[in-house]
């Protein structure tokens, strides 16, 4: 077992090089670039979606924003109005953001420098982007979070009892409930949970934007625990309402599938009772499946599904922190998330692995080349 785990952390060396590398790449083909992006703000000419979208994308260069290089001093003597700016300024801008230097350099660098886990500062806010991250991180762990717990505990019973009674109107009726509800778009329901209950045009029972109330830190405990979960209830409703179709399909075949094995059989013919054919025999293998598929779930609910409901719903989470940054061509933000949630992503894995052989201990790890 310590032989694995040591085989995958060292395998995470290159999986993680060879991502960065991709991104790296994918970015240097990509159109325009923060140097770009500078000028188009200094010209006025900017047009991009955040500037187009009024977000909070644009408010990295508004009046309230410090950004890293000293604008605000020298643009007014190199700007030649319609001759355009003065190349020495913009190769002033290129060696601050470090894009004098060749692209072999610049990545090898940046990799370098990750493998200690310094991400730099955004480029244009003046904060680190490590610090960026964690202040965006809380937002983003309580969606997560509750909606991971929320779609399992919910649709891994109920697969179990679909499984138990198969083609009965119980199995029937909820898989329509389930398709339907898989069917419904996430911030398509997010609109009609603030028109109803956000006080759009009929209630107001819930608070309309942000994670917690704006006097949080003067109420006591149990007042800010609930203020959290009354913030919390409408958008995680439209967060997980399609999440629980496939988990719950996918834990119905997979108890349909050993339930019709040889070794179910024979533990009901020696008279053991169905409870613990189904939980002491079934659930450990019936479980593997769903175990399998936990790592990209929870990445994909962590990190990469929760961009339009933070929207809607004004919450400032990794969703919108990265989109903004892609927007901005604000790299450094863009580059160090990725670094992030990849690590994260390949530690899950590894831990969805181990878990195989809690649930089942036939699995040899030792026995595996990787």
């Given at each position: 077992m310590t032989d694995y785990i040591i085989r995958r952390l060292l395998l995470m060396i290159p999986t993680l090089f060879g991502i960065m590398l991709i991104g790296f790449i994918v970015v240097q083909l990509a159109p325009g670039g923060p140097i770009e992006k500078i000028i188009a703000q200094i010209q006025g000419t900017d047009v991009s979606a955040a500037?187009?979208?009024?977000?909070?994308?644009?408010?990295?260069?508004?009046?309230?924003?410090?950004?890293?290089?000293?604008?605000?001093?020298?643009?007014?003597?190199?700007?030649?109005?319609?001759?355009?700016?003065?190349?020495?300024?913009?190769?002033?801008?290129?060696?601050?953001?470090?894009?004098?230097?060749?692209?072999?350099?610049?990545?090898?660098?940046?990799?370098?420098?990750?493998?200690?886990?310094?991400?730099g500062e955004s480029y244009f806010r003046d904060v680190k982007v490590i610090d960026l991250i964690l202040e965006k991180m809380p937002v983003?762990?309580?969606?997560?979070?509750?909606?991971?717990?929320?779609?399992?505990?919910?649709?891994?019973?109920?697969g179990i009892r679909k499984a138990m009674t198969d083609g009965q109107p119980f199995d029937i009726w909820t898989s329509s409930v389930i398709v339907v509800a898989y069917a419904i778009p996430g911030f398509l329901l997010a609109v009609f949970l603030i028109v109803i209950?956000?006080?759009?045009?009929?209630?107001?029972?819930?608070p309309l934007r942000g994670i917690v109330s704006e006097n949080w830190s003067e109420m006591n405990f149990f007042q800010q625990v609930a203020d959290y979960f009354w913030h919390l209830i409408l958008?995680?409703?439209a967060y997980t309402i399609g999440l629980f179709a496939t988990t719950t399909m996918l834990t119905k075949n997979s108890?349909?599938?050993?339930?019709?094995?040889?070794?179910v059989m024979t533990a009901r013919a020696k008279g053991l009772e169905e409870n613990r054919v189904l939980y002491g025999h079934v659930f450990r293998n019936a479980?593997?499946?769903?175990?399998?598929?936990?790592?990209?779930?929870?990445?994909?609910?962590?990190?990469?599904?929760?961009?339009?409901?933070?929207?809607?719903?004004?919450?400032?989470?990794?969703?919108?922190?990265?989109?903004?940054?892609?927007?901005?061509?604000?790299y450094a933000?863009?580059?160090?998330?990725?670094?992030?949630?990849?690590?994260?992503?390949?530690?899950?894995?590894?831990?969805?692995?181990?878990?195989?052989?809690?649930?089942?201990?036939?699995?040899?790890?030792?026995?595996?080349?990787?």
């Open positions: 500037t187009r979208a009024g977000g909070s994308a644009t408010g990295d260069f508004g009046a309230g924003a410090q950004t890293t290089f000293q604008v605000d001093t020298s643009v007014n003597s190199r700007y030649r109005g319609a001759q355009g700016l003065d190349p020495e300024f913009i190769k002033e801008l290129e060696k601050q953001f470090g894009f004098d230097k060749p692209v072999h350099e610049r990545f090898f660098l940046m990799v370098w420098n990750y493998m200690r886990f310094d991400f983003s762990i309580s969606l997560g979070l509750w909606s991971t717990l929320l779609v399992y505990l919910i649709s891994i019973p109920l209950f956000a006080g759009g045009s009929y209630f107001q029972w819930f958008p995680l409703i108890f349909l599938d050993e339930i019709n094995k040889q070794y479980m593997l499946i769903i175990v399998s598929g936990f790592p990209a779930a929870f990445v994909a609910i962590f990190f990469t599904g929760s961009l339009l409901i933070e929207t809607i719903f004004s919450l400032d989470g990794l969703g919108l922190l990265g989109f903004e940054s892609i927007l901005n061509r604000d933000v863009v580059f160090g998330t990725l670094y992030i949630f990849s690590l994260i992503a390949l530690v899950v894995k590894l831990i969805s692995d181990l878990v195989y052989m809690l649930i089942d201990p036939r699995i040899d790890f030792e026995s595996r080349a990787f």
